[in-house]
T-cell receptor, first 111, second 115 residues
């Protein structure tokens, strides 16, 4: 299969807390992996990506490492801010330019 | 460089009507994909167009159709609207490249409400 599974939300954290959002993918080939973020009222924006095993994507303090052995691409941030409140989507890209998205995880950061 | 532009941003229709949504991709992007986003189903892939040809198709009924023009602009059409078609319709464009290099750039979406 070509599925992506991410942890269900909603997630509520206090400012400066550590964030982890889990994402796993079915091991069909070696897809590229992505995290997208959707702020209220907007479309999705690319947050970070990794195209091969052991790659680490990073952006705006967020990181995710492509782990082939656990078929995972967990999103982490050491210290979240109120402005990080959004919905986060894990996604995989197969050959043929077909993206598969997880169901999204809503994050709310409270001051 | 302008982003992906979708029009209209909001629209309200009644059951049985049809609707056409438009998407202008980033200049130079030849691939355009459409997604339906609902609270219950999340992001579901509708179809992808490349060089005026539908290259991939999701699992939606024939009431959902699309096309792409020679300038890469794309439209999607939904006929005989149902209440369940109420959703945010997202368009995304990407450069054609080797697998793994492609990144989808999304528009802000067209929010359709069916009454």
């Amino acid at each position: 299969g070509n599925s992506v599974t991410q942890m269900e939300g909603p997630v509520t954290l206090s400012e400066e807390a550590f964030l982890t959002i889990n994402c796993t993918y079915t091991a069909t080939g070696y897809p590229s992996l992505f995290w997208y973020v959707q702020y209220p009222g907007e479309g999705l924006q690319l947050l970070l990506k990794a195209t091969k095993a052991d790659d680490k994507g990073s952006n705006k303090g967020f990181e995710a490492t492509y782990r082939k052995e656990t078929t995972s691409f967990h999103l982490e941030k050491g210290s979240v801010q109120v402005s990080d409140s959004a919905v986060y989507f894990c996604a995989r890209l197969n050959t043929g330019n077909q993206f598969y998205f997880g169901t999204g995880t809503s994050l709310t950061v409270i001051p | 460089k302008a982003g992906v532009t979708q029009t209209p941003r909001y629209l309200i229709k009644t059951r049985g009507q049809q609707v056409t949504l438009s998407c202008s991709p980033i200049s130079g992007h030849r691939s355009v994909s459409w997604y339906q986003q609902t609270p219950g189903q999340g992001l579901q892939f509708l179809f992808e167009y490349f060089s005026e040809t539908q290259r991939n198709k999701g699992n939606f009924p024939g009431r959902f159709s699309g096309r792409q023009f020679s300038n890469s602009r794309s439209e999607m059409n939904v006929s005989t609207l149902e209440l369940g078609d109420s959703a945010l319709y997202l368009c995304a464009s990407s450069l054609e490249g080797s697998s793994g290099a492609n990144v989808l750039t999304f528009g802000a979406g067209s929010r359709l409400t069916v009454l």
